[in-house]
Protein backbone atom coordinates (compact mmCIF):
# COMPACT_ATOMS: atom_id res chain seq x y z
CA UNK A 1 0.00 0.00 0.00
CA UNK A 2 2.85 2.61 0.47
CA UNK A 3 3.91 2.01 -2.78
CA UNK A 4 0.38 3.03 -3.76
CA UNK A 5 0.89 6.02 -1.64
CA UNK A 6 3.79 7.13 -3.33
CA UNK A 7 2.74 6.60 -6.82
CA UNK A 8 -0.57 8.55 -5.64
CA UNK A 9 1.54 11.56 -4.33
CA UNK A 10 3.63 11.86 -7.60
CA UNK A 11 0.58 11.63 -9.61
CA UNK A 12 -1.15 13.96 -7.51
CA UNK A 13 2.13 16.22 -7.14
CA UNK A 14 2.20 16.48 -11.01
CA UNK A 15 -1.53 17.77 -11.26
CA UNK A 16 -1.31 20.30 -8.89
CA UNK A 17 2.24 21.68 -9.85
CA UNK A 18 0.82 21.86 -13.31
CA UNK A 19 -2.63 24.10 -11.58
CA UNK A 20 -2.66 28.02 -12.42
CA UNK A 21 -2.41 30.10 -9.75
CA UNK A 22 -5.82 31.93 -9.24
CA UNK A 23 -5.82 35.36 -8.47
CA UNK A 24 -6.06 35.09 -5.02
CA UNK A 25 -6.31 39.43 -3.21
CA UNK A 26 -5.38 37.70 0.45
CA UNK A 27 -2.11 38.38 2.12
CA UNK A 28 0.91 35.68 2.54
CA UNK A 29 2.88 35.41 5.35
CA UNK A 30 5.78 32.31 4.62
CA UNK A 31 7.42 30.59 8.11
CA UNK A 32 10.94 30.11 7.22
CA UNK A 33 11.96 31.29 10.72
CA UNK A 34 11.02 27.59 12.59
CA UNK A 35 10.73 25.39 9.31
CA UNK A 36 10.76 26.14 5.61
CA UNK A 37 7.65 23.63 5.21
CA UNK A 38 4.51 25.85 5.90
CA UNK A 39 2.65 28.22 3.42
CA UNK A 40 0.48 30.28 5.81
CA UNK A 41 -2.25 32.62 4.76
CA UNK A 42 -4.73 34.96 6.99
CA UNK A 43 -7.70 35.89 5.94
CA UNK A 44 -9.93 38.57 8.57
CA UNK A 45 -7.06 37.75 10.81
CA UNK A 46 -9.15 34.90 11.95
CA UNK A 47 -8.97 32.17 9.45
CA UNK A 48 -5.63 30.56 8.39
CA UNK A 49 -4.63 28.51 5.60
CA UNK A 50 -1.75 26.60 5.82
CA UNK A 51 -0.31 25.23 2.41
CA UNK A 52 2.54 22.43 2.14
CA UNK A 53 3.78 23.20 -0.90
CA UNK A 54 6.41 20.70 -0.68
CA UNK A 55 4.51 18.12 0.09
CA UNK A 56 3.92 14.80 -2.46
CA UNK A 57 -0.09 16.19 -2.01
CA UNK A 58 0.17 19.80 -2.33
CA UNK A 59 -1.65 19.42 1.02
CA UNK A 60 -4.03 22.87 2.09
CA UNK A 61 -5.49 22.45 6.10
CA UNK A 62 -7.27 25.25 7.24
CA UNK A 63 -7.30 26.75 10.98
CA UNK A 64 -10.67 28.36 11.31
CA UNK A 65 -10.86 30.55 14.78
CA UNK A 66 -13.25 31.92 16.49
CA UNK A 67 -13.18 33.95 20.11
CA UNK A 68 -13.58 31.09 21.92
CA UNK A 69 -12.19 27.57 20.18
CA UNK A 70 -10.99 26.89 16.65
CA UNK A 71 -11.43 24.41 14.33
CA UNK A 72 -8.79 22.79 12.52
CA UNK A 73 -9.38 21.11 9.57
CA UNK A 74 -7.19 18.43 8.16
CA UNK A 75 -4.15 18.11 9.92
CA UNK A 76 -1.26 17.87 6.77
CA UNK A 77 1.00 15.79 5.29
CA UNK A 78 3.01 14.60 7.71
CA UNK A 79 5.87 14.51 5.22
CA UNK A 80 8.12 17.28 7.33
CA UNK A 81 10.48 16.98 9.66
CA UNK A 82 8.61 19.19 12.47
CA UNK A 83 10.08 21.16 15.22
CA UNK A 84 10.43 20.71 18.93
CA UNK A 85 8.08 17.28 18.57
CA UNK A 86 5.38 18.25 16.91
CA UNK A 87 4.90 18.30 12.76
CA UNK A 88 2.25 20.44 13.06
CA UNK A 89 1.05 21.66 16.30
CA UNK A 90 3.98 23.87 16.88
CA UNK A 91 2.64 25.85 13.83
CA UNK A 92 -0.97 26.54 15.31
CA UNK A 93 0.50 27.35 18.76
CA UNK A 94 1.94 29.90 16.39
CA UNK A 95 -1.59 31.22 15.38
CA UNK A 96 -4.02 30.90 17.44
CA UNK A 97 -4.56 31.05 21.56
CA UNK A 98 -8.03 29.18 21.80
CA UNK A 99 -8.78 25.44 22.60
CA UNK A 100 -8.92 24.04 18.94
CA UNK A 101 -10.93 20.74 17.80
CA UNK A 102 -9.80 18.81 15.13
CA UNK A 103 -12.13 17.91 12.22
CA UNK A 104 -11.29 16.54 9.33
CA UNK A 105 -12.54 16.47 6.21
CA UNK A 106 -12.77 13.06 5.43
CA UNK A 107 -10.47 9.95 6.65
CA UNK A 108 -8.25 9.37 3.71
CA UNK A 109 -5.04 8.86 4.84
CA UNK A 110 -4.00 12.10 2.72
CA UNK A 111 -5.48 14.54 5.66
CA UNK A 112 -4.87 12.57 9.27
CA UNK A 113 -1.49 12.02 9.10
CA UNK A 114 -0.72 14.30 12.51
CA UNK A 115 -4.03 13.14 14.39
CA UNK A 116 -2.07 12.55 17.52
CA UNK A 117 -1.20 16.19 17.86
CA UNK A 118 -4.48 16.96 19.04
CA UNK A 119 -6.18 16.70 21.84
CA UNK A 120 -9.46 17.18 21.22
CA UNK A 121 -10.91 15.63 18.01
CA UNK A 122 -14.61 16.58 16.63
CA UNK A 123 -16.44 13.84 14.13
CA UNK A 124 -19.48 15.00 12.31
CA UNK A 125 -22.34 13.20 13.90
CA UNK A 126 -23.02 10.98 11.20
CA UNK A 127 -25.44 7.88 12.75
CA UNK A 128 -23.05 5.44 10.86
CA UNK A 129 -19.74 7.12 12.36
CA UNK A 130 -21.23 7.02 15.88
CA UNK A 131 -22.44 3.50 15.37
CA UNK A 132 -18.81 2.25 14.89
CA UNK A 133 -17.39 4.39 18.05
CA UNK A 134 -17.09 2.47 20.67
CA UNK A 135 -16.36 4.00 23.99
CA UNK A 136 -15.17 7.38 22.19
CA UNK A 137 -12.51 5.15 20.01
CA UNK A 138 -13.83 5.14 15.99
CA UNK A 139 -11.43 2.26 14.18
CA UNK A 140 -10.78 3.11 10.92
CA UNK A 141 -11.09 0.56 8.23
CA UNK A 142 -8.47 0.46 5.41
CA UNK A 143 -11.03 1.47 2.63
CA UNK A 144 -11.33 4.38 4.65
CA UNK A 145 -7.57 5.57 5.01
CA UNK A 146 -7.77 4.69 0.94
CA UNK A 147 -3.75 3.74 1.34
CA UNK A 148 -1.34 2.97 4.60
CA UNK A 149 -2.51 1.64 7.71
CA UNK A 150 -1.86 4.94 10.12
CA UNK A 151 -3.73 6.20 11.87
CA UNK A 152 -5.48 2.81 13.28
CA UNK A 153 -7.97 4.71 15.24
CA UNK A 154 -9.27 8.01 17.00
CA UNK A 155 -10.66 9.10 20.62
CA UNK A 156 -13.66 11.20 19.47
CA UNK A 157 -13.92 13.68 22.16
CA UNK A 158 -17.09 15.95 20.38
CA UNK A 159 -19.78 14.79 18.07
CA UNK A 160 -20.63 18.32 15.80
CA UNK A 161 -23.82 18.30 14.74
CA UNK A 162 -24.68 18.32 11.08
CA UNK A 163 -26.88 22.07 9.30
CA UNK A 164 -27.01 23.39 12.43
CA UNK A 165 -25.34 26.68 13.79
CA UNK A 166 -21.94 25.87 16.01
CA UNK A 167 -20.92 28.98 17.40
CA UNK A 168 -17.06 29.37 17.71
CA UNK A 169 -17.30 33.19 19.54
CA UNK A 170 -18.39 35.56 16.99
CA UNK A 171 -18.04 33.08 14.41
CA UNK A 172 -21.01 30.85 13.33
CA UNK A 173 -20.38 28.17 11.05
CA UNK A 174 -22.48 24.82 10.47
CA UNK A 175 -21.50 20.89 8.89
CA UNK A 176 -22.47 19.67 6.09
CA UNK A 177 -22.27 16.06 4.76
CA UNK A 178 -20.95 16.14 1.19
CA UNK A 179 -21.11 12.48 -0.04
CA UNK A 180 -19.49 11.64 -2.86
CA UNK A 181 -15.24 11.69 -2.83
CA UNK A 182 -15.99 9.05 0.48
CA UNK A 183 -19.56 8.75 2.69
CA UNK A 184 -18.09 10.98 5.66
CA UNK A 185 -17.06 13.90 3.32
CA UNK A 186 -17.96 17.44 5.23
CA UNK A 187 -17.92 20.83 4.16
CA UNK A 188 -17.19 23.54 6.84
CA UNK A 189 -19.61 26.36 6.21
CA UNK A 190 -18.87 30.02 7.55
CA UNK A 191 -21.61 31.73 7.44
CA UNK A 192 -20.16 34.68 9.16
CA UNK A 193 -17.54 35.39 6.76
CA UNK A 194 -18.76 33.47 3.93
CA UNK A 195 -16.55 31.35 3.70
CA UNK A 196 -16.96 27.31 2.22
CA UNK A 197 -14.31 24.99 3.00
CA UNK A 198 -14.83 21.92 1.02
CA UNK A 199 -12.02 19.23 1.29
CA UNK A 200 -11.26 16.78 -1.73
CA UNK A 201 -14.95 17.09 -2.87
CA UNK A 202 -13.76 20.04 -4.90
CA UNK A 203 -10.52 21.49 -5.41
CA UNK A 204 -8.56 22.74 -7.87
CA UNK A 205 -7.47 19.41 -9.44
CA UNK A 206 -8.55 15.93 -10.81
CA UNK A 207 -11.33 14.80 -8.93
CA UNK A 208 -11.57 11.24 -7.39
CA UNK A 209 -14.68 9.08 -7.31
CA UNK A 210 -13.95 5.52 -5.76
CA UNK A 211 -16.84 3.95 -7.19
CA UNK A 212 -19.27 4.75 -10.13
CA UNK A 213 -22.21 4.85 -7.69
CA UNK A 214 -20.71 7.59 -6.11
CA UNK A 215 -21.66 9.95 -9.22
CA UNK A 216 -25.50 9.96 -7.84
CA UNK A 217 -23.87 10.89 -3.98
CA UNK A 218 -21.93 13.40 -6.14
CA UNK A 219 -25.08 14.78 -7.46
CA UNK A 220 -27.10 14.59 -4.92
CA UNK A 221 -23.99 16.94 -2.60
CA UNK A 222 -23.18 19.45 -5.00
CA UNK A 223 -27.39 20.07 -5.67
CA UNK A 224 -27.39 20.97 -1.60
CA UNK A 225 -24.05 23.34 -1.84
CA UNK A 226 -25.93 25.57 -4.70
CA UNK A 227 -28.90 25.65 -2.67
CA UNK A 228 -27.09 26.11 0.50
CA UNK A 229 -24.58 28.72 -1.01
CA UNK A 230 -24.18 32.04 -3.19
CA UNK A 231 -21.81 33.73 -4.83
CA UNK A 232 -20.93 35.91 -1.63
CA UNK A 233 -19.44 32.93 -0.77
CA UNK A 234 -15.34 31.94 -1.41
CA UNK A 235 -14.60 28.54 -1.68
CA UNK A 236 -11.90 26.47 -0.61
CA UNK A 237 -10.42 23.10 -1.28
CA UNK A 238 -7.99 20.81 0.46
CA UNK A 239 -5.04 20.09 -2.45
CA UNK A 240 -3.78 22.78 -4.78
CA UNK A 241 -4.12 25.89 -5.00
CA UNK A 242 -6.68 26.90 -2.07
CA UNK A 243 -9.76 29.41 -3.37
CA UNK A 244 -11.96 27.91 -6.08
CA UNK A 245 -13.95 29.96 -8.01
CA UNK A 246 -17.28 30.03 -7.63
CA UNK A 247 -18.56 28.92 -10.93
CA UNK A 248 -16.82 25.34 -10.66
CA UNK A 249 -20.05 24.33 -8.17
CA UNK A 250 -22.15 24.95 -11.50
CA UNK A 251 -19.62 23.50 -13.64
CA UNK A 252 -19.17 19.99 -11.35
CA UNK A 253 -23.11 19.69 -11.04
CA UNK A 254 -23.25 20.34 -15.40
CA UNK A 255 -20.22 17.68 -15.79
CA UNK A 256 -21.91 14.74 -13.13
CA UNK A 257 -24.97 15.37 -15.29
CA UNK A 258 -22.63 14.67 -18.35
CA UNK A 259 -21.80 11.48 -16.74
CA UNK A 260 -24.61 10.13 -15.58
CA UNK A 261 -26.65 10.82 -18.95
CA UNK A 262 -23.53 9.08 -20.65
CA UNK A 263 -23.57 12.48 -23.17
CA UNK A 264 -19.34 12.52 -21.75
CA UNK A 265 -17.49 9.72 -21.89
CA UNK A 266 -14.44 8.38 -19.82
CA UNK A 267 -11.47 7.22 -21.00
CA UNK A 268 -9.80 4.11 -19.68
CA UNK A 269 -7.06 4.51 -17.78
CA UNK A 270 -4.89 1.86 -15.40
CA UNK A 271 -4.40 3.60 -12.67
CA UNK A 272 -2.89 2.12 -9.44
CA UNK A 273 -3.38 -0.91 -10.05
CA UNK A 274 -6.89 -0.30 -11.21
CA UNK A 275 -9.08 -0.07 -13.80
CA UNK A 276 -10.31 3.67 -14.25
CA UNK A 277 -12.26 6.16 -16.12
CA UNK A 278 -11.01 9.69 -16.97
CA UNK A 279 -13.59 12.34 -17.98
CA UNK A 280 -12.85 15.86 -18.87
CA UNK A 281 -15.28 18.98 -19.54
CA UNK A 282 -14.51 21.90 -19.61
CA UNK A 283 -11.68 22.46 -16.99
CA UNK A 284 -12.24 19.86 -14.97
CA UNK A 285 -11.32 16.03 -14.99
CA UNK A 286 -12.87 13.37 -12.90
CA UNK A 287 -11.56 9.97 -12.49
CA UNK A 288 -13.70 7.08 -11.32
CA UNK A 289 -12.81 4.09 -10.07
CA UNK A 290 -14.52 1.55 -12.12
ZN1 LIG B 1 -6.90 14.34 -0.35
Same mark, same amino acid.
Given at each position: @??? +?????GILIFTLFTNCSKSDEKIDVKTDPVVEDWYKTTTLFTNTHIIEEPK?? $?GNVSYLIEGDSKALMMDTGSGENFG??? &?? @?? +??????????? #???LSHFHFDHNQNIDEFDN %?????????? $???VNHIYSF??????????????????? @???? &??????NRIIQLTNIKGHTNESVAVIDKTNKL??????? +?????????????? #??????????? %??????RLFGAHGVP?????????? $???? %?????? &?? #??TSQF?????????? +?NTMKIRIFI
Open positions: @MKK +YASIVSS $QFEG &TK @MK +YLLNDLTAVPI #SLL %IAFPDLPSLK $QKTSAEELFSGNFPTSATVTEW @MPLN &TDIDLGAFLGDFL +YNGTLFLFDTDDVT #SYKTSIDHLIS %ILDPSYEISFSKLKEL $QDFL %ICIQNN &TC #SGVWGKDTLLYE +Y
